[in-house]
């Protein structure tokens, strides 16, 4: 009898109508905060994830469906998305757009073994975001996060750490390396140890439990910048109820990351359903500009098991908006607006680099905006919001409340 290969599955009817709502509803929420769509192709050649995830990463050493073609080229099939965007990105100079954010959906493979939640075929809906540092960038990609699993009705928790720079985080491994030398008898794993310290903390054996929770803890290392972003990070993603716990273990699992990475669980599944993280230099590191990125990615097949049924939503918003602040300390109560129009089926649009009025504006032209709405702190004072019409130049003040039922 002819078979599917093992560890990838055929999805029938009905489950496939769930797939296609759980799409609609992913790409619904993209949309709300500004993203674009894009597809790159599922074969991309081996070096580029070799390269960007880590020559000893898990996944370029041992999970890559890789070939020779018939004319010498190494092919992979893609085990994930952020390489092949950013590959994208740099190809097509979409950085002339200075924040760019872009989304994906579909199916990416890894030869890991099959197991309840683990697939070789699997499916991701991942956004990535490029041309910010700012730790508001962060935050307003975990509230995409957040955004989702509140429609899901699902209830998650976000593991949340900072991994530093390339300034903080090379004395952090040489210490934690030490101390894993000293802790760990000399064993087979050892070695592994050795080369990636931080594979310490994805360790399951109940043997190191111990060592991992005495080992030394990267928050103790960063140096004032990243100690300062991740500060800001966590103190913002609390203000906007973002599900966090700080987790000094969390490394996860490719080199490209810096600074902030998080991973997402739902109840009592013990596997992330989510992960994510800033990877500030993978643009210039595969020869691109030097801009910064974050983004996370979902597993389909992870987050359609824990849901019975998933909602109806409308595939596109209502209207869109760029919304610009001046005046400092404006950034928080423009997330509250741009969160509530978002409730209300709004497309907004923020520039996030923290820049002049001007500026900002500008990025509304590159991005085509109709309409910019600008919050001051004479506008916030009497909760209201300049709307100016970005074809006429025309702009006229109104109140929140008139905006978000327009
Ligand atoms: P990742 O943590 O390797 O991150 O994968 C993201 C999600 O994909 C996981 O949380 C899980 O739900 C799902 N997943 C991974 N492997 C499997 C598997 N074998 N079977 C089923 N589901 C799986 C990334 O891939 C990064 N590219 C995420 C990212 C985007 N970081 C920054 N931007």
């Not at 923020?350 to 009025?357: I, N």
Request: charged share 30%; glycine share 8%; aromatic share 10%.
């Amino acid at each position: 009898m002819v078979r599917n290969p093992k560890g990838m599955r055929d999805i029938l009817p009905p489950e496939t109508f769930k797939w296609r709502r759980l799409e609609i509803l992913l790409s619904k929420v993209a949309l709300l905060y500004g993203y674009g769509e894009i597809r790159t192709p599922i074969l991309e050649f081996g070096e580029l994830f070799r390269k960007g995830l880590g020559d000893e990463s898990d996944v370029a050493l041992k999970e890559m469906y890789e070939f020779v073609d018939k004319n010498g080229d190494v092919l992979s099939l893609r085990p994930e998305g952020t390489a092949p965007v950013a590959r994208a990105v740099i190809q097509h100079h979409l950085y002339d757009v200075p924040v760019l954010r872009l989304f994906y959906t579909g199916p990416m493979f890894r030869r890991e073994r099959p197991q309840a939640g683990r697939y070789r075929q699997f499916h991701q809906f991942g956004i990535e975001a490029f041309g910010v540092s700012e730790p508001y960038m962060d935050v307003e990609v975990l509230l995409v996060v957040k955004r989702i699993f509140d429609l899901l009705g699902l209830p998650l928790t976000i593991h949340i750490n900072s991994l530093g720079c390339d300034e903080c985080r090379p004395p952090y491994i040489e210490q934690l390396r030490n101390f894993v030398v000293e802790s760990i008898p000399d064993d087979e794993e050892i070695e592994r140890f050795k080369k990636n310290p931080l594979k310490l903390f994805d360790s399951k054996r109940p043997e190191h439990a111990q060592v991992k929770s005495d080992a030394p803890k990267i928050l103790e290392y960063l140096c004032p910048t990243c100690r300062d972003h991740y500060a800001e990070v966590i103190k913002a993603a609390r203000t906007f109820a973002i599900p966090i716990v700080e987790d000094p273990h969390l490394a996860r699992g490719f080199d490209y990351y810096t600074r902030t990475v998080f991973e997402g669980y739902v109840g009592e599944l013990n596997l992330a359903v989510v992960g994510g993280g800033r990877y500030d230099h993978l643009v210039s590191f595969y020869g691109g500009p030097d801009i910064p990125g974050i983004g996370f990615a979902i597993g389909l097949e992870r987050l359609i098991t824990s849901m019975q049924e998933v909602p109806k939503v409308d595939p596109e918003p209502k209207v869109s908006y760029f919304l610009a602040t001046t005046g400092q300390d404006m950034i928080e109560p423009a997330f509250w607006l741009a969160e509530s129009l978002r409730d209300h089926n709004a497309e907004v649009i923020m520039d996030l680099r923290q820049g002049k009025l001007q500026k900002q504006l500008k990025l509304a032209d590159k991005v085509d905006a109709r309409y910019a709405l600008i919050l001051g702190e004479e506008e916030q004072k009497n909760h209201a919001v300049t709307l100016r019409d970005m074809v006429t130049g025309e702009q006229r003040v109104i109140a929140q409340e008139a905006v978000l039922g327009e």
